[in-house]
């Protein structure tokens, strides 16, 4: 609106400049160009999150091998059981050992996910 009442002032001086008479006056804040930015976030703080969130997955494979680990132990507690039951309390008591262990590894992945996620 504003660019086609200046241009229509523009030709009524350019022709006729004694009885041209404005029939609108523009008020100052359309003369001016209005800019507005546009604000982002910095790149350092997105490499940051995307580094995060990358290790933070890294480090909870390591859950998944502990699951494959307790699996393995009382697999071979099973087999051992087949193969000679009168050890059943030794073999229990390592199988329990062999379980903490693994279980130990797991939570140790992922308290180092949580870690990376909320501490860093």
């Not at 001016?32 to 940051?48: E, L």
Request: proline share 2%; glycine share 10%; hydrophobic share 55%.
């Amino acid at each position: 609106m504003a660019n086609v009442i200046r241009s229509c002032a523009t030709r009524a001086l350019l022709f006729n400049k004694a009885s041209f008479k404005p029939i609108v006056t523009l008020p100052a804040a359309l003369n001016k160009v209005q800019s507005a930015s546009i604000q982002t976030s910095a790149i350092r703080n997105d490499i940051d999150s995307a580094a995060k969130y990358i290790g933070a997955g890294a480090a909870t494979v390591g859950v998944a091998g502990a699951g494959a680990g307790i699996g393995t132990v009382f697999g071979s507690l099973v087999i051992g059981y087949a193969r000679n039951p009168g050890l059943k309390q030794q073999l229990f008591s390592y199988a329990i050992l062999g379980f903490a262990l693994s279980e130990a590894m797991g939570l140790f992945c992922l308290m180092m996910a949580f870690m990376l996620l909320f501490a860093f």
